[in-house]
């Protein structure tokens, strides 16, 4: 399996806090299976990206890791004005191993209009968006379409695998099922930030998504399509996404999921 959203550097974000925290993360990822590590720290006003440092320790754990797991470089670019600027006036910068592919995590509360219009003007200069865990904002829940939408502007999905089952909550993990059943994620990655809380599994997520769908869906989501972003290369002929000609309002559908009366017509 391929993980493109990990955390694994230490000391640069809210992630790993140590060299040790980062070994033991990266062989625990490597005894689930996980082969290849894009180490993705935060690009934000609260954790600038600075590139030698971070490219320093991520030296370190290349060479202490050589053999055992293989790490890749990019980051979770945040969608600030600022940052937005500077990626449009410096091409790939950003992205997975500088080869297109850009993490780009947004607001969490509010999706601002002018989003939709920055998307494109990075993809104008030649990034490729991935949208890092569109299950966990608030403002896609309650607004679907949106994410529809950019997927028609050819973002890819990535899903945290833990919301699935519910480690973000019910809100998550009903989003993040629905967009399963309706194929529209591309991708499965872990968001690993430390051992505890945020561990870097990916197995039981494959498990999950090869039970409740199937297991070819399971390895195009953990392997084949990850493995593309890796390579820079186009994704695979893929499903296409159900359409759903009303999307069901978060309220209603957590009634649904607990059983319970929603009071919602």
């Not at 059943?181 to 039981?204: F, V």
């Not at 820079?232 to 359409?243: F, H, K, R, S, V």
Request: charged letters at 20%; one cysteine or more; aromatic letters at 8%.
């Amino acid at each position: 399996m391929i993980d493109i959203h990990n955390h694994l550097i230490y000391g640069v974000d809210d992630g790993s806090t140590d060299l040790e925290t980062s070994l033991t993360m990266a062989r625990e990822a490597a005894k689930e299976g996980i082969t290849h590590i894009v180490c993705t720290p935060h690009c934000s006003d609260a954790y600038p990206y600075a590139p030698s440092f971070i490219e320093e320790r991520f030296g370190t754990l290349k060479h202490l890791l050589a053999g055992e797991v293989d790490l890749r470089l990019g980051c979770e670019f945040h969608m600030s004005w600022d940052n937005i600027l500077d990626a449009i006036h410096h091409p790939l910068r950003y992205s997975i191993d500088a080869n297109g592919y850009l993490l780009m995590e947004f607001p969490e509360m509010t999706i601002p209009p002018m989003l939709t219009d920055a998307i494109a003007r990075l993809q104008a200069v030649g990034y490729r968006p991935i949208i890092a865990h569109p299950e966990r904002y608030p403002a896609l829940q309650k607004r679907p379409q949106l994410l529809a939408d950019w997927m028609q502007m050819g973002c890819l999905v990535q899903v945290t695998a833990s919301s699935l089952y519910g480690r973000f909550g019910k809100a998550a993990e009903i989003f993040s099922n629905q967009l399963l059943e309706q194929n529209r994620i591309h991708i499965l990655a872990t968001d690993a930030h430390q051992m505890k809380w945020r561990p870097p599994h990916l197995k039981r997520g494959y498990e999950y998504v090869s039970m409740r769908v199937g297991e070819e869906t399971a390895q195009r989501l953990c392997v084949t399509n990850p493995g593309a972003v890796l390579l820079g290369q186009d994704l695979p002929d893929l499903p296409a996404p159900i359409e759903v000609a009303e999307p069901m309002p978060l309220v209603k559908r957590m009634m649904r999921w607990l059983g319970r009366p929603s009071g919602i017509d």
